[in-house]
């Protein structure tokens, strides 16, 4: 069975650009939660796709933003990058009809903002 | 709003110590509390987790305990080895909150030879 998988793995942007994020979940799984991983802060809650619908949210600017397809997978947009995006941007995959169920992560984006 | 406090952020042992990991959320209606270990330059990998039903829960060399009443939860390590060196996540998370997570800060494990 395979694993979650993030495209790509390594990104160069520079501020003021937008970029998009990549994220397939394991067959079957129909939640797709999105974190932001940095040194000082550790995992930060993003978001979470549910059927195609967002379900929760975290404190996040509107900068950030997502959505997720019929066949699961799920997208990450940033627009008007900032220096302070810099970070490694993991996704997760659960089946997720209610919470409580293990959370599987992909290997992550490593976004970089120049 | 949600939150959880993991301690400490490092932590060093000699190999065949024990290693304990304590984290306190503060939103009550949590409900599930999973551990993730991420080795250096990998995805973070669920080890152990437990429901708010159950005070105690044992598999090989790592137990969880949970304290409802305090809102604390632990992680222990027995018998720890050099694999065992590795960042730990604890978690809480809320039956109707699907797959939100709210992580701690992280523990860095360090196991001597």
């Known amino acids: 069975k395979a694993g979650v998988t993030q495209t790509p793995r390594y990104l160069i942007k520079t501020r003021g650009q937008q970029v998009t994020l990549s994220c397939s979940p394991i067959?079957?799984?129909?939640?797709v939660s999105w974190y932001q991983q940095t040194p000082g802060q550790g995992l930060q809650f993003l978001f979470e796709y549910f059927s195609e619908t967002q379900r929760n949210k975290g404190n996040f600017p509107g900068r950030f933003s997502g959505r997720q397809f019929s066949n699961s997978r799920s997208e990450m947009n940033v627009s008007t990058l900032e220096l302070g995006d810099s970070a490694l941007y993991l996704c997760?995959?659960?089946?997720?009809?209610?919470?409580?169920?293990?959370?599987?992560f992909g290997q992550g984006t490593r976004l970089t903002v120049v | 709003g949600e939150n959880v406090e993991q301690h400490p952020s490092t932590l060093s042992v000699q190999e065949g110590d024990s290693a304990v990991i304590k984290c306190t959320y503060s939103d009550s209606a949590s409900n599930y509390f999973p551990w993730y270990k991420q080795e250096l330059g990998k995805r973070p990998q669920l080890i152990i987790d437990i429901r708010s039903n159950v005070g105690e829960k044992k598999d090989q060399r790592i137990a969880v305990t949970l304290n409802k009443t305090a809102k604390h939860f632990s992680l222990h390590i027995t018998e720890t080895q050099p694999e065992d060196s590795a960042v730990y996540f604890c978690?809480?998370?809320?039956?109707?909150?699907?797959?939100?997570?709210?992580f701690g800060q992280g523990t860095e494990l360090s196991v001597k030879p």
């Open positions: 997760a995959s659960s089946l997720g009809s209610t919470g409580g169920t293990e959370a599987f």
């Open positions: 978690a809480a998370s809320r039956h109707n909150q699907g797959g939100k997570l709210i």
């Open positions: 067959s079957g799984h129909r939640s």
